[in-house]
């Protein structure tokens, strides 16, 4: 199956910064990428669907203005996180959609 | 909404069989499905996946009942790193709501 790289692994930053997580897909064109969101003791919860050259498709509930997508190419999807507060603190997952879904290894944002 | 119906725990005996069952009572004819595992802090694995027949891979084999309401994971010969969160989802293979959708899993614990 496809190869996903997700990076960081993990991030640390201070309330009101903005931080980027970076989603590639290694070894397969990804038209489409998926971003997760886990809260502790719970289920991966989608946020939006990410699809190359268009705007991303957010669930609703989740809002596009603060979790930034741009899938610029086929092999990078980037979230990136504004004015993150702690309770954005949680474990954001990526996956893409090629033969089945691949998952990254996820990125455990802590917002201090 | 996650359309299927899993325990939420189980346990299983180092070497033993594990047995996951997962009913999916409405699901659709064109509808798969899936079976991800997650492991602590880690991003979800793949599998096994199918329709109607069942499947056997490497890993796992996948029992889909006849009229397809439910479907049982087998691991045949469980071992402590099986120890994880198990995912039973029904999701179309393509189009536009190709999209997986998490439901709460079962935690698998395999003793020793």
């Known amino acids: 199956g496809a190869v996903v790289s997700q990076h960081p692994s993990w991030v640390i930053c201070k309330s009101g910064t903005s931080v980027k997580i970076e989603c590639r897909s290694l070894d397969f064109q990804a038209t489409t990428m998926f971003w997760y969101r886990q809260f502790p003791k719970q289920s991966l919860m989608l946020m939006a669907t990410?699809?190359?050259?268009?705007?991303?498709?957010?669930e609703q509930g989740v809002e596009k203005d603060k979790f930034l997508i741009n899938h610029a190419s086929l092999t990078l999807s980037t979230l990136t996180v504004t004015s993150a507060h702690p309770e954005d603190s949680s474990f954001y997952i990526c996956s893409i959609r090629g033969i089945g879904y691949t998952f990254g290894s996820g990125t455990r944002l802590t917002v201090v | 909404d996650a359309k299927t119906t899993q325990p939420p725990s189980m346990d299983c005996a180092e070497g033993r069989a594990a047995n996951l069952p997962c009913n999916h009572s409405?699901?659709?004819?064109?509808?798969?499905v899936y079976w991800y595992r997650q492991i602590h802090s880690q991003g979800p694995q793949y599998i096994i996946h199918?329709?109607?027949n069942n499947e056997t891979n490497e890993m796992a084999s996948l029992i889909i009942t006849e009229d397809r309401k439910s479907s049982t994971l087998i691991l045949p010969h469980a071992t402590l790193r099986d120890t994880a969160v198990y995912y039973c989802i029904v999701a179309l293979s393509g189009g536009s709501n190709y999209k997986l959708t998490f439901g709460k899993g079962t935690l698998l614990t395999v003793n020793p």
């Open positions: 409405t699901i659709s004819g064109n509808e798969y």
């Open positions: 990410s699809n190359e050259g268009s705007k991303a498709t957010y």
């Open positions: 199918g329709l109607k």
